[in-house]
T-cell receptor, first 112, second 114 residues
Framework: QKEVEQNSGPLSVPEGAIASLNCTYS??????FFWYRQYSGKSPELIMF????GDKEDGRFTAQLNKASQYVSLLIRDSQPSDSATYLC????????????FGQGTRLSVIA | GAGVSQTPSNKVTEKGKYVELRCDPI?????LYWYRQSLGQGPEFLIY????????DSGLPNDRFFAVRPEGSVSTLKIQRTERGDSAVYLC????????????FGQGTRLTVV
């Protein structure tokens, strides 16, 4: 079982719709969770991070964390064609200084 | 500098050759990470430095891979006797290090072994 799992997609949504991206993780001790966006041929760019159970909103983006279910999601409201990219979920454990563990990413396509 | 800088941006080398990839982290960031990303996959962890020392090198695939960070800033990833399977984008990231701090990535070095 992979440590961080994401559906590779592609996930296609129409412009203006809500895109929902999901991620599950295996390490119950994980403490911090990150969403990165990666355009084709570019490096990952941090969108949001979340540490506590519940929702965290930043503009059109909402991160949701449920530690009991070991589940983190990213919602993108009013999706735009410019949101089309691969979204990477990354998890950091509580065990001191540890690196981020990434999922394989979900490819999102927003159709105009 | 303003962001994480990686050089070269592209490197083509022949099988069996030695290569060095350089990463210059964000000023003041004590933690530095190397990842490798193959097409269609997420970044795969290689090695992590906290200051000058390698805090975790468990992701290095074999002893052909080695990385240093002698002064706690710039890091060099070294690959000996390159193989075609080493072809990938090598990403470097840095962060303030301690605790739950986010990491910022450089643009990567695309390594092609022919």
């Amino acid at each position: 079982q992979k440590e961080v799992e994401q559906n590779s997609g592609p996930l296609s949504v129409p412009e203006g719709a809500i895109a929902s991206l999901n991620c599950t993780y295996s390490d119950r001790g994980s403490q911090s969770f990150f969403w990165y966006r990666q355009y084709s041929g570019k490096s990952p760019e941090l969108i949001m991070f979340i540490y506590s159970n519940g929702d965290k909103e930043d503009g059109r983006f909402t991160a949701q964390l449920n530690k009991a279910s070991q589940y983190v999601s990213l919602l993108i409201r009013d999706s735009q064609p410019s949101d089309s990219a691969t979204y990477l979920c990354a998890v950091k454990s509580a065990a001191g200084n540890t690196p981020l563990v990434f999922g394989q990413g979900t490819r999102l396509s927003v159709i105009a | 500098g303003a962001g994480v800088s990686q050089t070269p941006s592209n490197k083509v080398t022949e099988k069996g050759k030695y290569v060095e990839l350089r990463c210059d982290p964000i000023s003041g960031h004590t933690a530095l990470y190397w990842y490798r990303q193959s097409l269609g996959q997420g970044p795969e962890f290689l090695i992590y430095f906290q200051g000058t020392g390698a805090a975790d090198d468990s992701g290095l695939p074999n002893d052909r891979f080695f990385a240093v960070r002698p002064e706690g800033s710039v890091s060099t990833l070294k690959i000996q006797r390159t193989e075609r399977g080493d072809s990938a984008v090598y990403l470097c990231a840095s962060s303030y290090g301690q605790g739950n701090t986010e990491a910022f990535f450089g643009q990567g070095t695309r390594l092609t072994v022919v």
